[in-house]
């Protein structure tokens, strides 16, 4: 997932500013124009260049997004922005260990630790009941309060959500929904601890590691399922399943992959 302007314009607020160009331009690297040593042949999209507030009247007619910084601090901004361009690419990079790891006989321990290393945050699997699975802080099991999350399921509407702390949950914490047959299965939570959240790009990343858990057949993630028409019975008599109609799409998705 590339990274836009707005958002690291959003992460580097610690710093005065004036930026021209698109917010909606997509970021893969960064580049401290000096105009002393302005290049001729200036590449196009995909770079973020910084410059010295100061010399902004000699920049000013370019089409490149350029931020515009004092002097004084453009080396500590250069930094700041190429940390967070890292980080994206280690996460960008552990999801593809994620993808990989669904063809080797990967165990739950390792799996939800590579799911942590997308998140950057802590990440528990639960059961369909919001019973735990397996997590990714050894000796931080936390009591997860099932009745709470089960509520606050009914909302998901196949999406993840993030949600803010309460008396339960003493930080932010994401739900995410991991479908089997169009029957939520089981569910992805994580906890910003380590990290915040950057809650579309957060929200994007849960609802690729669900995506791909819809299919993996490890045999300890299974041990946890039950076959379509049980989980969609099981989701009535639990109470996580109360819509008429949703229950009446349900019902006849599951009747027409039978027959």
């Not at 000096?34 to 370019?62: H, K, M, R, V, W």
């Not at 509520?151 to 999406?159: P, Y």
Request: net charge negative.
């Amino acid at each position: 997932m590339s990274l836009k302007t707005a958002y690291l314009l959003e992460k580097i607020h610690s710093f005065k500013f004036t930026f021209h160009g698109s917010e909606d331009e997509d970021v893969y690297g960064v580049c401290i124009l000096n105009y002393a040593a302005f290049p001729e042949d200036l590449p196009s999209g995909g770079t973020l260049y910084l410059a010295a507030i100061e010399e902004i009247a000699q920049f000013s007619n370019l089409s490149a997004c350029i931020l515009f910084i004092p002097a004084l601090h453009l080396s500590q901004c250069y930094q700041q922005i190429i940390q967070i361009i890292m980080q994206e690419y280690k996460r960008n990079a552990a999801l593809v260990r994620l993808y990989d790891a669904f063809s080797a006989a990967t165990t739950l321990p390792k799996l939800v630790e590579i799911c942590h290393q997308v998140m950057q945050n802590p990440v528990w699997f639960l059961d369909r009941t919001f019973h735990i699975i397996s997590y990714s802080c050894p000796g931080k099991r936390r009591i997860l309060f099932p009745e709470i999350l089960k509520r606050k399921a009914e909302h998901l509407d196949h999406n993840p959500v993030i949600m803010n702390a309460n008396e339960n949950f003493p930080t932010r914490h994401l739900l995410a929904p991991i479908y089997e047959d169009g029957i939520p299965g089981g569910y992805l939570l994580v906890f910003e601890k380590d990290n915040l959240f950057s809650d579309a790009i957060d929200m994007n990343y849960a609802a690729k590691i669900c995506n791909a858990l819809e299919s993996y057949k490890n045999s300890e993630l299974l041990s946890y399922r039950s076959s379509p028409m049980e989980q969609f019975i099981l989701n009535i008599l639990s109470g996580n399943l109360t819509n008429s109609a949703a229950i009446t799409q349900q019902f006849l998705h599951i009747t027409e992959s039978i027959t």
